[in-house]
Every structure is written in C-alpha cells, then in structure tokens.
C-alpha cells in the first residue's frame, strides 16, 4: 500500500507539474487552455483511481 502511495503521489506531483508548464508554454489562450486541462486532468484521475484501486499482486 505504502508502495502505491508513493507512485500516486509522484504521479499527481508530475501532474501539477506538467499542467503548470502546459499553461505557461500553451498555444491557446487562457480559457480554452483551462477547459483542455481540466478535461485532461479529470480523464487522467480516472485512469489514476482505477490503478490504486486495483490489489497489489506482488504480496500475495
């Protein structure tokens, strides 16, 4: 679990990251930059969420 943590925090981390330098480097402007990063974020949360959910087969 600790493992799977720690991937998620990482993770989420490069999230804030790559979402911050997409704004500052966008070729859009600010509204459709932000209404592109949310769907972007909330499809990857999913995928995110489904990955912590699933049980750690290594410690069987």
Known sequence: MKKNLKAAAILGAGMIIGAALGVL??????AKARRRI?????????LLMAKLRQPDLKHH
């Open 25 to 30: 480097y966008a070729p859009h402007k600010g």
């Open 38 to 46: 949310a769907k972007w974020t909330q499809e990857n949360k999913d």
